[in-house]
């Protein structure tokens, strides 16, 4: 089964600081991307970051970096500088298979401390 | 410009009540998605549409009725919903179905049924 598991419901961040939100997935498929989207409180749901499987390359965008272990079906996203406007809720997904369906994790609240 | 728009943002009904929420993409993408998501949990996908044809109903009850009445419009008939209905109703295109292509969100329906 694909699953993709979140391990920290909640964590947070002074403001100016680096925190890492980690991900670990499950898939027998060799070709699927990873993603990360961010949903502030009562706000639309948006893409962060994205990351190919057969890329070894981590993907970056801006203050946003994930560590992409693909051996150890790892995907974490690192934010660096923390502003406040990053506060929200992060969740972790994949697609893979013939239907190509988006599997969430559970989510991480993030708060942000001036 | 990455834009889905949904209207309305709120909506309040009774459980005989018949309403509609809209969505709409000016992307060009072939694929629109209707999700349900409640309160502090990721997604759960209702109904997929490529090329304007129903490709996946996630055994969603026939209280809810997908349209696709062309490739920038999704609409979603309610009629005769239960309270635990109430929930945020998202929409969602990517440029094709099934493909590796991120899903665009928009911003969401709040519905609550009395």
């Known amino acids: 089964a694909q699953t993709v598991t979140q391990s920290q419901p909640e964590m947070s961040v002074q403001e100016a600081e680096t925190v890492t939100l980690s991900c670990t997935y499950d898939?027998?498929?060799?070709?699927?991307?990873l993603f990360w989207y961010k949903q502030p409180p009562s706000r639309q749901m948006i893409l962060v970051i994205r990351q190919e499987a057969y890329k070894q390359q981590n993907a970056t965008e801006n203050r946003f970096s994930v560590n992409f272990q693909k051996a150890a079906k790892s995907f974490s996203l690192k934010i660096s500088d923390s502003q406040l406007g990053d506060a929200a809720m992060y969740f972790c997904?994949?697609?893979?298979?013939?239907?190509?369906?988006?599997?969430w994790g559970l989510g991480t609240s993030l708060a942000v401390n001036p | 410009d990455t834009e889905v728009t949904q209207t309305p943002k709120h909506l309040v009904m009774g459980m005989t009540n018949k309403k509609s929420l809209k969505c709409e993409q000016h992307?060009?993408?072939?694929?629109m998605y209707w999700y349900k998501q409640k309160a502090k949990k990721p997604p759960e996908l209702m109904f997929v549409y490529s090329y304007e044809k129903l490709s996946i109903n996630e055994s969603v009850p026939s209280r809810f009725s997908p349209e696709c009445p062309n490739s920038s419009l999704l609409n979603l008939h309610l009629h005769a919903l239960q309270p635990e209905d109430s929930a945020l109703y998202l929409c969602?295109?990517?440029?094709?179905?099934?493909?590796?292509?991120?899903?665009?969100f928009g911003p969401g329906t709040r519905l609550l049924v009395l």
């Open positions: 898939t027998s498929e060799s070709d699927y991307y």
């Open positions: 992307m060009g993408h072939r694929a």
């Open positions: 969602a295109s990517s440029q094709f179905w099934p493909g590796p292509e991120t899903q665009y």
């Open positions: 997904a994949h697609n893979a298979g013939n239907n190509r369906k988006l599997i």
